[in-house]
């Protein structure tokens, strides 16, 4: 690559202030051996464009866009966006969880993707079962922001709420220090820590599928940072919505050592357990619905 191709490429990147960065943390780095979290998110965005994505600068993100996959996203820089897109478009993180439901040709039509972050595995799912309506359901402001941008950009037929989702209806604050703090580890608490201005109102499950007229869930997604230990809560409270729910798959979180109690919860509830990539899975066999469900 030539040495004008070269600084094209990086000024398309970054912003000028952000590449004068990058020029001193790659001369730094060699003179000192010292490193500068720049120089990894240049590494990463480089093995994007290698892999077929167009990648521009616009304020404080990435526009990555990849016509092959149809796809055009905001990813923040110097997060946890980047990590994201990589995971579900060159990891496939939900590829085994969409293979495993086309396997038995359900029908989906309506998703719930709890814990949307920044919108792109509400993206992935559309493009999986395209006659589906996704409830994107995200609590930090922040994400709320560039997931609005994302299913805007990709035509998405998404409801966003920004709300966190618990057992009962919840005032709950944000913590920042699970596992890396990053935007993708926001964690709820009901326990105030830290700027108390920083809360949300959090609803159940139930309440979401009440107020939009949801008479069955195809598909729900949780991801939601420890989070699933409130929703399947010891005193089995709130769990109504898994009466009307086909598929369910929960990323569980082992710090909080309730795996057992989920799968036993779902058992108990009829669904069939499996380990889908690092989803467990629920599935109700047929993915028919208890009658009392259709009607109640």
């Known amino acids: 690559m030539t040495l004008p191709t070269t600084i094209r490429n990086t000024f398309n990147k970054w912003t000028f202030a952000e590449a004068l960065r990058l020029v001193k943390a790659t001369a730094w780095h060699r003179l000192t051996g010292r490193h500068d979290k720049i120089l990894d998110e240049n590494v ?5 464009k290698a892999c077929g994505y167009l990648v521009a600068s616009e304020d404080d993100c990435f526009v990555l866009e990849n016509p092959s ?6 990813c923040r820089k110097f997060s946890s966006d980047l990590h994201v897109l ?17 396997a038995r040709q359900l029908p989906v039509r309506t998703v719930f993707d709890i814990g949307s972050n920044i919108g792109l595995a509400a993206i992935r799912l559309s493009h999986a079962f395209p006659q589906a309506r996704i409830v994107a359901v995200e609590p930090a402001p922040d994400n709320v922001r560039i997931l609005q941008k994302n299913i805007a950009a990709n035509g998405v037929p998404a409801v966003v709420l920004p709300t966190g989702v618990w057992h009962k209806a919840a005032r709950l604050y944000f913590d920042r220090s699970f596992r890396d703090g990053q935007d993708w580890s926001i964690a709820l608490t009901e326990t105030p820590s830290g700027n ?7 609803v159940s499950l139930n309440d979401i599928a009440a107020q939009h007229g949801v008479t069955s869930i195809d598909l729900l997604k949780i991801d939601i940072e420890g989070g699933e230990r409130y929703i399947f809560n010891e005193a089995r409270e709130g769990l109504e919505f898994l009466a009307i729910t086909r598929v369910v798959a929960i990323e569980v979180h082992e710090e909080f050592g309730v795996e057992d109690r989920i799968k036993a919860i779902l ?20 993915a028919s619905l208890p009658l009392h469900a259709l009607h109640p």
């Open 69 to 74: 996959l149809g796809i055009k996203v905001w």
């Open 267 to 286: 058992q108990e509830a009829g669904f069939r357990i499996s380990q889908s990539g690092e989803y467990l899975v629920g599935m109700r066999e047929g």
């Open 44 to 48: 990463l965005v480089n093995e994007l």
């Open 86 to 102: 990589w995971q579900l478009y060159l990891r496939h993180e939900l590829s085994p969880l969409i293979d495993l439901i086309n």
């Open 196 to 202: 108390l201005a920083e809360y949300v109102d959090a």
